[in-house]
């Protein structure tokens, strides 16, 4: 199976930057696509973005043109470069990757929190 430690979360002001990490152990190779969700308090778990290729990444309307996934093959971790944040965008951000054979993964999840 794929395990995924996210890091990186924190308090942030308004306008501000963030950048998340997702580090993936496991069956790396087994791993079709990975994403970013997030959920606000009181609110659902809502997808961020999905990462497929390097040519490949879609966006949630909410977020499409401030923030960028990446990934570094490497050192098996995916990003989430968060820029002109808002204060809706506060919530726990969690990494999760669809493995071929067991199906979906996820972390342990991060708090970003963005003051007004």
């Known amino acids: 199976q794929v395990q995924l430690v996210e890091s990186g979360g924190g308090l942030v002001q308004a306008g501000g930057s963030l950048r998340l990490s997702c580090t993936a152990s496991g069956s790396i190779s087994r791993v079709n696509a990975m994403s970013w969700f997030r959920q606000a308090p009181g609110k659902q778990r809502e997808v961020v973005g999905t990462f497929f290729t390097e040519k490949r990444t879609i966006y949630s309307a909410a977020v499409k043109g401030r923030f960028t996934i990446s990934r570094d093959a490497a050192e098996n971790t995916l990003y989430l470069q968060m820029t002109s944040l808002k204060p809706e965008d506060t919530g726990v951000y969690y990494c999760?990757?669809?493995?071929?054979?067991?199906?979906?993964?996820w972390g342990q999840g991060t708090q970003v929190t963005v003051s007004s």
């Open positions: 999760n990757a669809i493995d071929s054979v067991y199906g979906s993964a």
